[in-house]
């Protein structure tokens, strides 16, 4: 039982990690996929907006403007309003993003009918148990008028004139999003909006969704190293503590095998593989457990993308067996240093 317990501590150690690293992936690869649902081009930025989050804002008349760049078939601008501490509205000219993105997908209800109204995605009218016709309060209360299939841009949109006006935000965007008419262009596109936006940050879909990497977050990527400290203690805690548990139990037939001639690199080998062996079967505990905790995110808090990332299972196992094997050096010194005589008489 003891050997079990140990066994399933260090899968939850390696299911930490590997959870960690699944939602921060799934929600990167979600931000990723859902901008290309823009169908977009291109895009352009106000100079002070970070990579992830539509964060600074920039007049709407720049629309017009990059409307007359040559070899531009569409431009819109969306403006992202936050509401809270990670929820955010997305403000579309909805007949031009339907023409960029190929129109929405509704599985009930259909486009705005007043300044309140809301479009949601599937996955956040699951994750509120919301349908068509009900209020929802993000920020302000707002009017659910349809509901469509995800994977374009956000979870909910606003008609943008009425967000803007909300949140006195007049004349204010985000983001322009920019179709080319030949892919071929887009170099060329970009030379031109760089002339005549100076200091406006202008990326390629492309370009933009390879910089939304855990490596381009530094504080992602902090944090995913802090759990993988805290994995590193755990591990280390219990196995410390369950080999220190086996010598004590084991003493006295430690100190029969010292008697029958075994040395104390015997002894310690012998500790050393059952500790390989108790993080292997632990290992493999986290790596099916993780598909439960995959599942369970995926039922509980349905807006957070997870995904198994098997890449990282190696990994995750190397960090179990080094923890395992530092918990593991005392209690196994300890019983290669035993004294055969002391041992045998030991109750």
């Known amino acids: ?57 920039m007049p709407e008349r720049l629309v017009p403007l990059v409307r007359e760049t040559p070899h531009i078939s569409i431009a819109t601008g969306v403006l992202q309003q936050n509401v809270g501490t990670i929820d ?7 007949h031009e993003f339907d023409q960029m993105s190929g129109g929405f997908q ?90 005549r936006l100076a200091g406006y940050k202008i990326y390629s879909m492309e370009e933009y969704v390879s910089l939304i990497s855990v490596n381009n977050i530094p504080e992602l990527r902090k944090f995913t190293e802090v759990v993988i400290g805290l994995g590193l203690v755990i591990g280390f805690l219990v196995v410390f503590l369950s080999m220190y548990t086996a010598v004590l139990e084991r003493t006295r037939e430690i100190g029969i095998l010292k008697a029958l001639g075994a040395s104390p690199a015997y002894i310690l080998d012998m500790l050393l593989r059952e500790t390989v062996l108790l993080s292997i079967a ?16 995926h039922a509980f808090v349905p807006t957070m993308t997870t ?32 004294d055969a005589i002391e041992a045998l008489s030991y109750d």
């Open 307 to 338: 995904e198994i990332v098997y890449g990282w299972w190696p990994y995750a196992a190397l960090i179990a067996l080094v923890a395992s094997l530092i918990g593991a050096i005392y209690p196994g010194l300890k019983a290669a240093r035993q």
């Open 88 to 94: 955010y509205i997305m403000g579309i000219h909805l």
């Open 282 to 297: 632990g290992s493999i505990a986290g790596f099916l457990m993780s598909y439960g905790a995959r599942a369970a995110m």
């Open 106 to 195: 509704y599985e009930s209800g259909g486009p705005f009918q007043a300044p309140s109204d809301l479009i949601v995605d599937e996955v956040f009218a699951r994750s509120k148990h919301v349908k068509v016709g009900d209020m929802v309060n993000i920020g302000k209360n707002w009017r659910v008028c349809g509901i469509v299939v995800p994977g374009k841009l956000s979870r909910t949109f606003a008609d943008i004139a009425g967000l803007q006006e909300m949140y006195s935000s007049t004349g204010q965007i985000t983001t322009i999003f920019v179709k080319t008419d030949q892919p071929e262009n887009i170099p060329a596109v970009m030379s031109e909006l760089n002339t």
């Open 1 to 57: 039982m003891r050997t079990l317990l140990s066994a399933i501590a260090i899968g939850v150690q390696v299911t930490m990690i590997l959870t960690l690293v699944g939602v921060s992936y799934g929600m990167l690869g979600d931000i990723a996929a859902r901008t290309r649902g823009t169908g977009a081009d291109l895009m352009v930025r106000p100079p002070d907006s970070s990579v992830i989050g539509f964060s600074g804002s």
